[in-house]
């Protein structure tokens, strides 16, 4: 099992579409117009098959206090941020803190993704290092953890987000 979680509105969905898209046999590489989305409420189960199936359990933004609730059998982890929203990270970066420190979750790997990099106001991935310390946060983490700058909308990105699942679940635990 993979979780995909994130504050309210930075994608966590239409990512989920997109991967789903790429890993299809049909798929030539052109992920064409981005599928229309609604907020996620409760959560949506997904598989992406990729080598073999990866389930992915989306949490809506809104229940981030009841995360927990669904730590168990998470094999790995994909947390992610708007890149575009400065006033959002502080608050991500609380919930990303609060991920990392979690018992259940210290054997999971974590993909960190900031998307929305196809805005013109988005920061880059060395902006928002500095601005949320990562580098110390990761020093400091019991997870392996991986950071990509992606836009869902785009695709870009995403082909590096399917090789990291299919290389984190090549094997089972």
Known sequence: MCLLLG??????????KRLQKLSSRDCKGDLGEPPPTLPTVGT????????RKITIREL?????????SYY?????LLFM????????????????????????LAEASVLILFNKIDLPCYMTIEEIKSLIRL?????????????????ARKGTG???????LQDEHRSSR
């Open 7 to 16: 504050a309210a509105g930075v994608g966590k969905t239409l990512l989920v």
């Open 44 to 51: 949506n189960l997904t598989d992406i098959v990729a080598q």
């Open 135 to 151: 580098p110390d946060i990761i020093a400091c983490a019991k997870q392996n953890i991986t950071t990509l700058e992606i836009s």
């Open 81 to 104: 941020m708007d890149a575009s929203n400065p006033t959002q990270l502080s608050a991500s970066c609380v919930q990303l803190l609060g991920l990392l420190s979690s018992e259940q």
């Open 72 to 76: 168990g059998n998470c094999h790995s």
């Open 60 to 68: 809506g933004g809104c229940m981030g206090p009841i995360w927990s």
């Open 158 to 164: 995403l082909a590096k987000v399917l090789h990291w």
